[in-house]
């Protein structure tokens, strides 16, 4: 007996492809090691931070994504309930189509976490995904792409692509007349702002849509109250996490300029004194970070961990992580994009002023607050910015129920979480007419022009004395 051929990904139930997706986490926990050994780089000189900062939320994810997608994903019905009372006869199923093919963009400072579930929500949605890694990413992303494969996603379905800037530019060049194919209809971008704006130069000429997941500047609030000793432990990872290169990592700290604001500054550097090795900078960050800074010490900052040097870091591209204080509001540094551990300190006289300058910054992807749980909610309900944390920072958004998006330069559209699923897709609308009522084949006569305008008096009337009138004026 011959074997059935497989069917086409797309044509498999959303449970289904909910499941099989779901299934890489198997193979990826059984070559941990791989990606642990893979992973490894300038920046991630930690095993430990591959596993709790890339694995276990990106497996967490994938079980989610095979417990909830299918619900996410399934179709709505519209019937009787809610219907407008003009729509008589008419029902309807609002589905969830994948847009056909996705171009991921990866990136190179977290190319398990960030890249691994885009690429299984876009799978599971029913995409073909045309995957490009971030160059030095290419072997890693191989072994993640045959951990998919592993569980049972076809090869046609998804892809890897040459790491190059090329591979990109080719995969959007196609032409937006063409059918089926490579044709990419949803860019999904995890980068800089820089690299975001020239993407988009690219997807505005065929109208294709896209994601965009870009820079931060990120916000720490300290309100009077917090606890000092808490709020440095919590800096101090976020500053060093990924040896700086995260873009929700902490570069701006607002507190009040008091005897608790110098009580931070001397915690902080305290906690980061205890690490004796200095952090690899990313060629790509290490001209824009040594301006920044030289610029800001020379603008009236202060070094307050005594210890940047702009030789060392243009010579060996590394540096020790760095508290930088009485930085201004209005200083380069307060809104740069730096993957970097460095962090600006900026006292003001109300820390209430920390939401203008939060909401006014060009960079809003999250923000921290700290404080009483009461005053920290009402500080973090005024923030406009993708993800807010209280009394804690970056660890939240890594739960797989929640979506992740900027403001501003920071991007737009989201990823992850029940939403960043949708995303992935495009409503599709089916309707049906029951019955041979249809209001607007009525005839147009002096009958009908009359009596339209009372009914819609009727329909919509504000009390009863209304609707009575209208009704007495509809039937006489």
Request: charged letters at 20%; aromatic letters at 6%.
């Amino acid at each position: 007996m011959q074997n059935r051929p497989a069917k086409p990904w797309i044509e498999l139930t959303i449970r289904q492809r909910c499941k099989t997706v779901a299934a890489t986490r198997f193979s990826i926990a059984r070559h941990v090691e791989d990606f642990t050994r893979l992973c490894a780089s300038e920046q991630r000189t930690d095993p430990l931070e591959t596993v709790t900062a890339e694995l276990f939320p990106l497996c967490d994810a994938l079980h989610y994504l095979g417990r909830k997608g299918a619900a996410i994903l399934r179709a709505r019905r519209l019937g009787v309930v809610g219907r407008p009372l003009w729509m008589w006869g008419v029902h309807s199923v609002v589905q969830r189509a994948p847009h056909g093919t996705v171009l991921i963009l990866g990136t190179w400072n977290y190319p398990l976490f960030l890249v691994g579930v885009q690429v299984a929500q876009a799978l599971a949605a029913g995409n073909r995904v045309r995957l490009k890694p971030a160059a030095g990413c290419e072997a890693l992303t191989r072994r993640l792409v045959q951990c998919f494969y592993d569980a049972g996603v076809p090869a046609d379905a998804l892809v890897q692509l040459d790491s190059s800037v090329d591979s990109a530019r080719q995969a959007l060049a196609s032409p937006p007349t063409a059918r089926g194919g490579d044709r990419i209809d949803l860019v999904v971008l995890t980068g800089s702002a820089n690299t975001g704006r020239k993407i988009l130069e690219q997807t505005a000429n065929s109208l294709t849509p896209a994601i965009m997941e870009l820079s931060g500047c990120d916000a720490v609030v300290v309100l009077p109250a917090a606890p000092v000793s808490r709020v440095c432990e919590f800096v101090k990872f976020g500053l060093t996490l990924n040896s700086g290169a995260t873009c929700i990592g902490p570069r701006r700290l607002f507190v009040e300029d008091s005897p608790i604001a110098d009580q931070l500054v001397k915690g902080l550097c305290q906690q980061l004194a205890a690490i004796n090795t200095p952090f690899t900078i990313h060629p790509a960050a290490r001209d824009g970070v040594i301006q920044t800074i030289t610029n800001s010490i020379a603008g009236g900052a202060i070094d307050a961990t005594s210890c940047f040097d702009a030789e060392m870091l243009a010579s060996s591209g590394r540096m020790n992580a760095l508290v930088l204080d009485r930085v201004c509001v209005d200083d380069a540094i307060a809104s740069a994009d730096l993957f970097a551990p460095v962090i600006s300190v900026i006292r003001l006289a109300n820390i209430q002023d920390a939401v203008a300058a939060i909401n006014e910054n060009r960079y809003r992807l999250a923000a921290s607050v700290f404080g009483p749980d009461r005053d920290a909610v009402a500080m973090a309900s005024q923030l406009n910015v993708g993800s807010v944390a209280i009394n804690d920072l970056i660890a939240p958004t890594a739960d797989p129920r929640v979506p992740f998006g900027g403001r501003g330069n920071s991007g737009f559209g989201v990823t992850r979480g029940d939403e960043g699923l949708l995303a992935m897709t495009v409503p599709k609308v089916t309707s049906r007419r029951r019955g041979r009522f249809a209001l607007h084949l009525l005839p147009r006569n002096d009958a009908t022009r009359k009596k339209m305008p009372i009914v819609l008096q009727l329909l919509n009337a504000k009390g009863i004395s209304d609707r009575w009138r209208a009704l007495r004026r509809l039937i006489s």
